[in-house]
């Protein structure tokens, strides 16, 4: 599987940017989708995820401000942001976690980060 993503940028405090990551499915089922970040000097963190069933779970520091969605196909997942705050700025990822067909195995795969940086 292979995640493309896109959105990121700069935005002033209390600004909305939106991330988009589309992925190829090859020979596999895309399950859950979802975007972690990693900030300068810290761990990467889950900021949000949906299943395919669209059953959805957030970090609590970004609930009531970011909703993630995904398109009816299920190969491409939305991040909207909205009322960013400076410690939202770090590199976000899409990742999703994936069925190879005829098989059980799940794997994880991740794309390219996309720097995302809130000025204050």
């Known amino acids: 599987v292979q995640l493309q993503a896109s959105g990121g940028g700069l935005v002033q405090a209390g600004g909305s940017l939106t991330l988009s990551c589309a992925a190829s499915?090859?020979?596999?089922?895309?399950?859950?989708m979802g975007w972690y970040r990693q900030a300068p000097g810290k761990q990467r963190e889950l900021v949000a995820g949906?299943?395919?069933?669209?059953?959805?779970t957030y970090a609590d520091s970004v609930k009531e401000r970011f909703s993630i969605s995904r398109d009816n196909a299920g190969d491409t997942v939305l991040l909207q942001m909205d009322s960013l705050k400076p410690e939202d700025t770090a590199v976000y990822y899409c990742?999703?976690?994936?069925?190879?067909?005829?098989?059980?195995?799940?794997?994880?795969?991740w794309g390219q980060g996309t720097q995302v940086t809130v000025s204050s």
């Open positions: 990742n999703t976690q994936a069925t190879r067909y005829g098989t059980s195995y799940v794997y994880s795969f």
């Open positions: 499915r090859n020979s596999f089922s895309i399950n859950t």
């Open positions: 949906i299943t395919r069933g669209g059953v959805t």
